[in-house]
């Protein structure tokens, strides 16, 4: 079943990824992503004094301030401003700072497809670099469901606008623990095969949903590698950063 | 931590001290000569018209859109440029999302005021070439070019956001459009079926910003975050290297000589011409694709330039069919 894309990649290959870290002076944390040609830059600023009205004062609070690369922000902004909250909610640990508010910026470049996963793992690295406290890294990938039910990963703009369907999925990364035990488990399932987030545009059979959850789950293990390693490479070098 | 999150840098008397003192010995916190520029470097994003540009630790991005609209009725010949500015929130936790604050006005209306009242481009009307009548013809329509520049970092934003906004539109590319066969509706061609066209730039004209610090009059060039809460009042010259001041926005702050101000434009039109040569050598790289494709050595630069010309036009001709290499233009 080979399919012809545009730009030559197989259905399982993700394009390829540059991640860059420490990029603004006076931001407390900041990376760059691009998957192919999408590329996000994120800043964190955080934690500082004070939540918004509303919040929980028990808790930290995170603020997500999306920047559309042109026009206002509008209602698409704001929807992904409420998911990568909720989003990054689930893997920060709250109660660390509580009464404080982190905000993170992201500012979109260039839309190539599959925007809200390279803003994902944009923020996500930010916030390493930031050093604010997390449970775990949030691996985000885009796999859509092409004419004649083929499975493409990473799709680009145009495929992303000719499918039928495709679904937004974020992971938590693959752990390698220190501890004899082995990685956590909940449930007697590896913590690593739960799902944080799940959006989906369009309709898509359930069995089709689920191979889409198996494809995107092992190129999150493979993303979460690179990301591993690439986060360790620059601490690394950096040792104000470092601990 | 209260000094991030206020928008005027809170200086202390002890670093106001040490910077006058050090300047009145022609030394600058960073290093630098006072009519020293910081590094500039420009950079292009994919599109054509997006443009990013690093001055030290300044960066701002610069993107431009066209629209097909009608023209203004006083002026048929005529498409119009709007600018529009946007502090990030990215730059300083202190600025707000959404609307732009009077900073952030002021910057865009002298980055505007330097691009539009010398004729800097001619926006494009379309007329057939058989009836003249058809430029005053109410009916046709003219391109309009928006911009939009994104802010972040550490002052100085005027130069930067000055030269974001011309390396982006120096690159940017409108799509052609002609008219139908009655004349009366225009048809936009996509980019695959007919090559974009250029802006036509008459000139670039370059801000180029004066800070006043302590009462000796010492005037600083490019001023970073500190040297501007330090400073008694600023002055953005703009001009270009046909000599030629296009604008001079000095808003209050402390009174000057005028023999200073000369001397200042004098220092400004050199700058002028360093930064223009800097932002044609940028805006020619791109043309050629080199920086996105290749690393080249400047000795290795003209066998490049020749394969790569050649493989640019082959391209070009295969673009009907989806090319199997991840390169596009």
């Known amino acids: ?243 | 931590m209260e000094q991030r999150l206020a928008n005027s840098l809170i200086m202390t008397v002890n670093e106001k001290k040490f910077i006058e003192t050090a300047l009145l010995s022609d030394l600058r916190v960073d290093g630098r000569r006072p009519f020293d520029y910081r590094k500039l470097s420009i950079s292009f994003g994919r599109e054509d018209g997006s443009s990013e540009v690093q001055l030290g630790n300044t960066r701002v991005m610069g993107f431009v859109t066209g629209q097909l609209v009608q023209p203004y009725r006083d002026r048929p010949n005529e498409g119009t440029l709007a600018i529009y500015t946007e502090f990030s929130p990215m730059a300083d936790p202190s600025f707000e999302a959404g609307r732009p604050g009077e900073s952030a006005i002021e910057l865009g209306r002298i980055v505007d005021r330097g691009l539009r009242y010398d004729s800097l481009f001619t926006c494009l009307n379309f007329c057939s070439s058989t009836t003249e009548s058809r430029a005053v013809d109410t009916e046709s329509l003219c391109v309009i070019s928006g911009k939009s520049l994104n802010l972040y970092g550490n002052r100085n934003l005027v130069d930067a956001s000055n030269v974001a906004a011309l390396a982006a539109l120096s690159t940017f590319r409108r799509p052609e459009c002609t008219l139908g066969e009655n004349g009366q509706e225009v048809i936009v061609h996509p980019p695959e079926a007919r090559e974009p066209l250029p802006l036509i730039i008459h000139h670039l004209p370059v801000a180029v910003t004066f800070a006043f610090i302590g009462k000796e009059n010492v005037v600083v060039i490019d001023p970073t975050h500190h040297e501007e809460a330090v400073m008694g009042g600023s002055m953005t010259a703009t001009l270009n290297t046909n000599g030629d001041v296009c604008a001079i926005q000095k808003a209050g702050g402390e009174g000057v000589l005028q023999s200073v101000i000369m001397q200042c434009l004098r220092i400004a039109s050199v700058k002028a011409g360093d930064i223009t040569s800097k932002i044609k050598s940028a805006v020619m790289l791109k043309r050629y694709d080199l920086k996105l494709i290749f690393r080249v050595k400047y000795s290795e630069f003209e066998k490049q330039v020749e394969s790569y010309n050649t493989e640019r036009s082959l391209r070009k001709i295969k673009r009907h069919n989806p090319s199997p290499a991840g390169y596009k233009h």
């Open chain 1, 1 to 243: 079943m080979a399919v012809d894309r545009a730009d030559g990649r197989t259905p399982n290959q993700r394009r390829p990824v540059a991640c860059t870290r420490g990029i603004l002076h006076r931001a407390h944390g900041s990376a760059s992503w691009a998957q192919g040609d999408t590329k996000v830059i994120a800043a964190v600023y955080g934690p500082k004094a004070g939540t918004r009205k509303n919040e929980n004062p028990e808790k930290a609070c995170i603020e997500v301030i999306w920047k559309p690369k042109t026009g206002q922000s509008g209602k698409p902004e704001r929807e992904y401003e409420m998911v990568l909250k909720k989003t990054l909610q689930s893997i920060c640990l709250l109660n660390v700072h509580p009464n404080t508010t982190t905000s993170i910026v992201i500012q979109v470049v260039n839309d190539d497809g599959a925007l809200l996963p390279c803003a994902i793992n944009a923020a996500c690295a930010a916030l390493v670099d930031a050093g604010i406290p997390l449970k775990h890294l949030a691996v985000a990938i885009c796999c859509c469901m092409a004419e004649g039910g083929h499975i493409l990963l990473d799709p680009s703009k145009i495929e992303e606008q000719k499918v039928k369907a495709f679904v937004y999925l974020v992971f938590p990364n693959s752990m390698v623990s220190v501890l004899p035990q082995g990685s956590l488990r909940l449930g007697g399932e590896l913590m690593e095969h739960g799902i944080i987030t799940s959006v989906t545009h369009g309709m898509m059979a359930v069995d089709d949903y689920f191979s889409c959850l198996k494809l995107g789950r092992a190129a999150a293990a493979e993303l979460s590698d690179l990301l591993r390693s690439s986060l360790k490479l620059k601490a690394g070098n950096d040792p104000s950063k470092a601990g």
